[in-house]
């Protein structure tokens, strides 16, 4: 087996066990597993500052993070997993953690309609990273133009978000907005249609065709959709279910909608 230390300037921390105030500072903006990270390093390896992987980790995925990290001038430094399980709050991290920049949210002014079926997604004060980060996963998947969420009441853009979307979070325009109906009347003002889904509502969206240019609203997990922003919307569809479920988790539903609004707009061959 290699010696890790022979490796593309890798460092060994191999004494770390706690994490000093410092360290918690430098470590505040992280991403951590594998896909994520590597993702990281093949689309925007200028935000990955610093990686820690874990000591014994696989010796082929070790040796290709390293030479993909080496490319990219991109520094590694061995590390307990002791030390990893601290820094990610007990995340199931795959012994791999980058000190990254995070991506920085657009203002929706930056955004540029395109002629022809488009698709938007906005999230409605989703405060669960998982579901933020799966359907920044799921937009970037369908071919939405981007993610608008608004500045509060939000989780915003989180390592644990990163490592959901695998790496989407960096792809996909995000767009962080004060006011979100505000937004939704501009974006009405473009040609936009606002769906919203509610679980409660008697028409799906297999009653009729979702709109071509379709800004799509989800709700919090648990409380759906706001008043104002229910009140505001052009039309609202629920998911047709059967049983006795009652509603689906935030994400899965996103998903549901967005790929019926693409079913409705194939991409080109």
């Known amino acids: 087996m290699a010696d890790l230390k022979d ?26 597993g594998r896909n994520a990270v590597i993702s990281m390093l093949e689309t925007v390896p200028s935000a990955c500052k610093k990686i820690y992987l874990a000591t014994g980790i696989q010796t082929t995925f070790r040796d290709d993070l ?37 991506p ?18 906005a999230m409605d004060h989703v405060k669960d990273p998982h579901n933020f980060g799966a359907m920044i996963r799921t937009a970037e998947a369908v071919g939405a133009l981007g993610v608008i969420y608004p500045s509060r009441r939000s989780v915003g853009v989180t390592g644990t978000v990163i490592k959901t979307s695998a790496g989407a979070a960096f792809r996909v ?10 937004s939704m009347e501009i ?3 473009e040609g936009y249609w606002v769906v919203g889904l509610d679980h409660e509502e008697p028409r799906d969206i297999w009653s009729s065709p979702l709109p071509d240019k379709l800004v799509l609203m989800v709700g919090s997990e648990g409380e759906g959709l706001s008043r104002l922003s229910s009140e505001r919307c052009d039309d609202l569809r629920r998911i047709p279910m059967v049983g006795k479920t009652g509603s689906l988790n935030a994400s899965v539903a996103a998903a549901l909608g967005m790929f019926e609004w693409r ?6 061959e």
Not at 68 to 87: H, R
């Open 7 to 32: 490796k593309r300037k890798v460092r060994s921390d191999r004494s770390k066990g706690r994490t000093t105030s410092s360290r918690r500072s430098e470590d505040k903006d992280l991403c951590w």
């Open 173 to 182: 325009p995000l767009y962080e907005v004060t006011n979100l109906v505000r």
């Open 187 to 189: 974006l009405k003002k």
């Open 66 to 102: 390293l030479s993909l990290a080496g490319k990219n001038a991109v520094e590694v430094t061995e590390a307990n997993g002791s030390y990893l399980d601290e820094i990610t709050g007990g995340e199931k991290h795959q012994g791999i953690v980058a000190n990254i920049d995070l």
């Open 263 to 268: 079913r409705l707009n194939p991409l080109a």
């Open 104 to 121: 920085k949210p657009r203002d929706l002014s930056q955004f540029s309609p395109k002629k022809g079926p488009s698709l938007l997604l």
